[in-house]
């Protein structure tokens, strides 16, 4: 393992209660198979061994969309979406085994997995293939009301399927309205150096060229005219620097949402906040420059099939599960550590074969 820069800034380990909340809410749905089992005329301990994989089917579901960027940590981001998909995928086949075709329940939810955290055009082949095997075993189960059980395995996937497609269109819409509106503020702003420029430079002319005729003739205006010729020098730099300056910054609402972008437009399955945390005020400038440095280098060089970028107020954190470097930083890390440093906090590049991170921490805040 390469270790570019002394320090330590750990993986920011924080469970996504909004995510977790907005998935789990569907599990309400798991009542029906549940009670099925319950009311049954099965003993005791079968109903114990039908209700059991539901409930933990429901537990690791709301878990998983909570941790997913960071758990199991040793994981890379592939490794971490498939060891949740596999848990949910076993504790399905086992409530297939003690409930027969009541586990048909849990096939909607295995394709919001799929559907919701992965780019369309990796989620639609194992989406159709879990609807239709689930459909044809539900199929060959042969049970009186199996014709009901397929709105498990074939209609809700469908409409699951519908609603992710239709969440990422409209992400996707939000992302292209953003990248417009900042567009068109900086073709704005170049009107506005190219305006500025020009009346100034201009009026400098002018006052050079008069200032040339005077200087035998009359020195002492020539030397006022070069005074304010120097100036209008000043205050146009300063107006120029100022506005050039607005166009410079980046924000950081618009850097995460630039960074998904880029990263799922290369391909690379993408764990990124859809906003800034709390109490990142003051670093989100600072923090901006981290994202855009390292998801470029991340999309240029590391040949990563996963991306994680972690967020607090005084941290930020982004991985990949690329092929790594050789430790010589390049002009662009050099440039952010300068940056860094100079904002009283640590950068800390660490790179070997599973990947690379690179990890800023605000010195004297909690890490």
């Excluded at 586990?103 to 909607?108: E, F, I, R």
């Excluded at 009107?191 to 005077?214: I, Y």
Aim: proline share 5%; with cysteine.
């Amino acid at each position: 393992m390469t270790a570019v820069t002394a320090g330590s800034a750990g993986p920011v380990r924080r469970f996504d209660t909004t995510a977790s909340l907005l998935a789990s809410v569907w599990l309400v749905i798991l009542v029906v198979p549940v009670a099925t089992v319950l009311t049954g005329d099965d003993p005791w301990w079968q109903k114990v061994a039908g209700t059991v994989p539901f409930i933990a089917f429901g537990a690791v579901y709301a878990v998983a969309f909570g941790v997913l960027a960071h758990t199991p940590a040793r994981f890379s981001t592939r490794g971490r979406y498939l060891f949740w998909l596999a848990l949910l995928a076993a504790l399905t086949l086992v409530a297939a085994v003690t409930t027969g075709i009541g586990s048909a329940y849990l096939v909607p939810f295995l394709v919001a997995y799929l559907a919701f955290p992965l780019p369309p055009a990796r989620s639609i082949a194992p989406v159709a293939a879990i609807t239709v095997a689930s459909s044809w075993a539900v199929f060959i189960a042969g049970e009186p009301y199996w014709p009901g059980f397929l709105g498990a395995t074939l209609v809700s996937p469908v409409l699951v399927y519908l609603i992710a497609m239709a969440s990422h269109r409209a992400e996707r819409e939000q992302q292209l309205a953003h990248d417009l509106d900042q567009t068109r503020q900086r073709e704005a702003m170049a009107v506005d150096v190219h305006d500025l420029l020009g009346h100034s430079l201009t009026v400098v002319t002018l006052k050079a060229e008069l200032a040339a005729r005077l200087v035998d003739t009359d020195p002492a205006a020539a030397k006022a005219e070069l005074a304010q010729i120097a100036g209008l020098s000043r205050t146009a730099l300063a107006e120029v620097r100022a506005t050039v300056t607005r166009i410079r910054q980046p924000d950081l609402a618009g850097e995460l949402a630039g960074a998904r972008r880029a990263l799922e437009t290369a391909g690379i399955a993408a764990s990124v906040p859809e906003a800034s945390p709390a109490g990142a005020g003051p670093n989100d400038r600072l923090f901006s420059w981290v994202v855009r440095e390292a998801v470029t280098n991340v999309v240029r060089h590391s040949g990563a099939t996963g991306c994680t970028v972690e967020l607090t107020g005084h941290s930020v954190r982004v991985h990949d599960d690329g092929h790594g470097f050789d430790g010589v930083a390049g002009n662009g890390l050099q440039g952010l550590r300068t940056r860094v440093t100079d904002a009283g906090g640590t950068l800390t590049v660490t790179s070997d074969a599973t990947g690379t991170t690179v990890a800023v921490t605000m010195t004297g805040e909690p890490s």
